[in-house]
């Protein structure tokens, strides 16, 4: 059973950080890019970032372009969302999700091994 457990969430202001974690299991972590989207209230889920299985390259869309930093942790089952510079846009219900795709600037979310976590809040505000 595949699972996937988001924390790092919380109230942060203006111009300040997070670290969204998610640990996986009941897959092979390792054969799936691994994602980020978020929603906001009243807005359409959107992919905030990607990173491919092995190179661990990461893709963003350009609104967090310079300001976040994916990564994963192959041996632990983990991939990482570093948030800086925040802003109250970026408030939003961050989810992490298996099999993620970028095309023309946009994560995509994949078709092929779609799972999804429970989300985790993320409120920026002063």
């Known amino acids: 059973q595949v699972q996937l457990v988001e924390s790092g969430g919380g109230l942060v202001q203006p111009g300040g950080s997070l670290r969204l974690s998610c640990l996986a299991s009941?897959?092979?972590?390792?054969?799936?890019?691994m994602g980020w989207f978020r929603q906001a209230p009243g807005k359409e889920r959107e992919g905030v970032s990607c990173?491919?299985?092995?190179?661990?390259?990461?893709y963003y869309t350009n609104s967090v372009k310079g300001r976040f930093t994916i990564s994963r942790d192959n041996a632990n089952n983990a991939v990482y969302l570093q948030m800086n510079s925040l802003k109250p846009e970026d408030t939003a219900v961050y989810y992490c999700?298996?099999?993620?795709?970028?095309?023309?600037?946009?994560?995509?979310?994949?078709?092929?091994?779609?799972?999804w976590g429970q989300g985790t809040q993320v409120t920026v505000s002063s």
């Open positions: 009941g897959f092979t972590f390792d054969y799936y890019t």
């Open positions: 999700a298996t099999d993620c795709g970028y095309e023309e600037g946009t994560v995509l979310a994949g078709e092929r091994f779609p799972n």
């Open positions: 990173i491919t299985t092995n190179d661990g390259r990461g």
